[in-house]
């Protein structure tokens, strides 16, 4: 009995396809190892209550997950990474396309301001994050300020702006968003420059010819030209601005109370400060959907932007 | 050639992967200790010379990263052969369960305990599990203490004579005086790391000792107190009082221990709350810094005022490491009277073998006289769940902001103890 429309595989073509299969082998076994295992092992921890170390996990199924759910602290820090990543949507990303608007333009020294825009984010977090602490650092010494902002603001006559800027809640969040922002920019500003090189010069021409100015030709030409690397710079924000954690680390360590908490530092105080691992896993797995979901709607929402 | 090559490479790569605890020649150490990773290296030379056998001295430092190492080194078993476990004792109970530490009880005792007695007692405690442990390891000594530490208050001489102040404060009261003393001519009163929590429980743990003594703080963490209790609330509004006297260094909360460390060292500040590992911190940041240690002043006058203290680093060794022998053997020798006495004299800290205190620096005995004044939650009976730590510490950086009142926080810190109760009777 034959199925009705399977083609009969010939020898030949049968072992065209193992040696195919064959070729692929080491990616799919290297995905499977370092990919596809972790995620099902750490869905698996997700339903344990394990503290990292015993050789002795016991299973209560979806708790972790309901516990999150009343989570307050869990949710604030989720709360304060979108407010990281909405700075740097906004400010961080407004910047590198004004910057690489200008670097894109024949002015001079480009190429040295093309280096000194991509230094920020070559820096190491932590010592990005050190050299930001001493700048806000709020100390006193023989009546002077210690950090240069401080110093700064009193030279200028601001001292009603003084502040205690990284142990204040109303400061210290906008503080590490606006450093992320000073360090990530380059990212955005290099793939923003490489997007507006790739713009055809005859359409500025010919809306040059048809009488649009700058503005006009920023609106009708370079922006909509541009949909498609604004949304890789803007998934790549998301994605990096969700998950920031070394800067916060390293600007405020442990953290203010919980206003500096971010998911990733909730997620390492579960596994290494009160010892949970199921929790975290759980934490990991909810935090990981969060942004899945996140980019593909980006993604939905800028095929929509092209087809307008 | 190219395929003996890639075979060779392979074989390479699989071996490294599970390298760890085999038997060699070499003993392999992790650590954290930063300041006294030199010190380590010319002992570990020193030693091969003697005996032949190669220690390496591998730094993993912060101690947070280094905790995450040991952790992710377990799940793959890859533990070196000797290394430390950090954190509440819970977690070296679980290390031991899980077969990771070995037992060093019969060690000690050899040659009628000399090892054992040759040590600081309290320092031996804090790798001691006694009979009947609520964490049913089986009794004995499971890790060697390095050095001893305890944690005290600091106090700059030269910023106290400015400020009229003649002799260091000895209660609560004082304490507050002194500091209003020392801000009226600039000078910030207490620094201290509070930006790491463990340094804020510590604090607060003094004071718990010294307000309601020690069978009452037992007693809140076995539920049968709460936090709300009246006393609690004394700690919670020592905090407020410490702010509300502008008492504490701008940025405190926020503030590493490094950081405070380095406030204090350069004047910024004329007390801090520090152990005594900040003998030789301080030595490398400013090596004229005129300053004593002294007990944090008391507030409740009829009980003493007890600090954390004991062994300051505990190395174990891997249960499971194929040279324990060897591993045990360089461990007696690095706890032996000459290379405790080199230790304490290049790192200046407090050595863990008694015979070598003489000879330190005075800031340095003034440490070592409150030994017998010290404690610590690793030989408490029971300990804090680390979800309530979380939240009373968290809580009490919210007093010191202004964010919170002790009432509300008292209230919050009892909250999350009742539903780790529940959690635990689940």
Redesign the interface.
Same mark, same amino acid.
């Given at each position: 009995m034959s199925i009705v429309g399977v083609k009969k595989l010939s020898i030949e073509e049968i072992r065209d396809m193992v040696g195919s299969y064959f070729f692929i082998l080491p990616a799919v076994f290297i995905f499977s190892v370092f990919y596809i295992y972790p995620f099902f092992e750490i869905f698996n921890l997700s339903l344990h209550d394990w503290?990292?170390?015993? @050789?002795t996990r016991q299973f209560i199924g979806l708790d972790n997950f309901a516990e999150i759910m009343q989570d307050k602290v869990w949710w604030m820090s989720m709360w304060h990474a979108a407010y990281i990543t909405l700075i740097a949507l906004t400010f961080q990303n407004a910047l590198a396309f004004a910057l690489a608007l200008a670097c894109d333009r024949d002015i001079r020294m480009r190429r040295f301001y093309r280096v000194v825009f991509y230094l920020p984010p070559v820096l190491s977090e932590v010592v990005v994050g050190l050299i930001w602490?001493w700048i806000l650092?709020?100390?006193?010494?023989?009546?002077e300020p210690?950090g240069l902002l401080n110093y700064f603001l009193t030279k200028a006559h601001l001292n009603h702006l003084v502040r205690?800027w @990284? #142990?204040?809640?109303q400061t #210290?969040l906008t503080c590490i968003a606006v450093v992320h922002s000073w360090k990530g920019f380059g990212w955005g500003f290099i793939i923003l420059l490489a997007g507006l090189q790739t713009i055809d010069r005859q359409l500025y021409e010919a809306a040059r010819v048809d009488g649009a100015g700058s503005l006009s030709v920023l609106k009708n030409v370079t922006i909509p030209m541009m949909i498609p690397v604004f949304v890789v710079v803007m998934v790549l924000t998301i994605l990096g601005s969700m998950q920031v954690f070394v800067l916060v680390l390293s600007m405020?360590?442990?953290? @203010?109370?919980?206003h500096t908490e971010v998911p990733v530092t909730r997620i390492? #105080?579960s596994?290494?400060?009160?010892?949970r691992f199921g929790y975290a896993c759980a934490q990991g797995i909810i935090f990981g959907g969060i942004l899945l979901v996140s980019s593909f709607a980006l993604n939905k929402f800028s095929k929509k932007l092209k087809q307008g | 050639m190219k395929k003996t090559f890639l075979f060779a490479a392979l074989l390479f790569c699989l071996t490294g992967c599970f390298s760890s605890a085999k038997q060699s020649n070499t003993i392999t150490i992790w650590h954290w200790i930063t300041d006294r990773q030199d010190a380590f290296v010319r002992l570990a030379e020193q030693y091969e010379q003697q005996t032949g056998v190669k220690v390496k001295f591998e730094l993993y430092a912060p101690s947070d990263i280094y905790s995450r190492k040991i952790m992710a080194a377990v799940q793959s078993s890859v533990l070196p052969d000797i290394f430390g476990v950090l954190g509440e004792k819970k977690k070296f109970a679980s290390f031991i369960e899980g077969g990771f530490v070995a037992d060093l009880t019969e060690e000690f005792r050899q040659n009628d305990a000399a090892w054992e007695k040759s040590l600081f007692e309290k320092a031996l405690n804090v790798n001691r599990f006694e009979e009947g442990n609520i964490y049913q390891v089986k009794p004995g000594i499971y890790g060697v203490p390095i050095d001893v530490t305890n944690i005290q208050m600091l106090y700059n001489q030269d910023l106290l004579v400015k400020a009229g102040i003649k002799t260091p404060p000895t209660n609560f009261d004082e304490f507050l005086s002194a500091i209003a003393a020392l801000n009226r001519i600039g000078v910030d009163g207490l620094v201290s790391g509070w930006g790491e929590i463990w340094m804020i429980e510590c604090f607060a743990s003094n004071y718990a000792f010294n307000i309601m003594g020690e069978e009452k703080v037992m007693a809140t963490y076995r539920g049968e107190v709460p936090y709300t209790d009246e006393d609690w609330i004394k700690v919670f509004t020592l905090f407020k009082t410490l702010r509300d006297k502008k008492t504490l260094a701008l940025g405190i909360v926020a503030k590493g221990n490094k950081y405070a460390e380095q406030d204090f060292a350069l004047e910024r500040a004329a007390f801090a709350f520090n152990g005594s590992w900040c003998v030789n911190v301080y030595d490398k940041m400013n090596p004229g810094l005129k300053y004593g240690a002294m007990l944090p002043p008391r507030v409740n006058l009829e009980r003493p005022m007890q600090v954390w203290g004991g062994a300051g680093t505990s190395f174990v060794v891997n249960g499971m490491s194929e040279n324990k022998t060897m591993a045990i053997d360089f461990l007696k020798w690095l706890t032996a009277k000459e290379q405790q006495v080199f230790l304490a004299r290049e790192t200046k800290n407090l050595p863990s073998n008694r015979e070598a205190l003489a000879d330190i620096p005075t800031v340095l005995s003034q440490f070592a006289s409150a030994m017998d004044l010290t404690t610590h939650p690793s030989i408490w009976k029971y300990n804090e769940s680390p979800l309530v730590i979380e939240a009373f510490c968290k809580g009490i950086q919210a007093i010191v902001i202004g964010e919170a009142m002790p009432e509300r926080v008292a209230a919050d810190v009892q909250r999350i103890k009742e539903r780790e109760l529940q959690r635990e009777q689940r």
């Open positions: 503290n990292g170390i015993s @050789l602490q650092n709020s100390g006193m010494q023989n009546g210690v205690d @990284l #142990a204040d809640p #210290a405020v360590g442990q953290g @203010l109370v919980y390492i #105080a596994m290494t400060g009160t010892s | -």
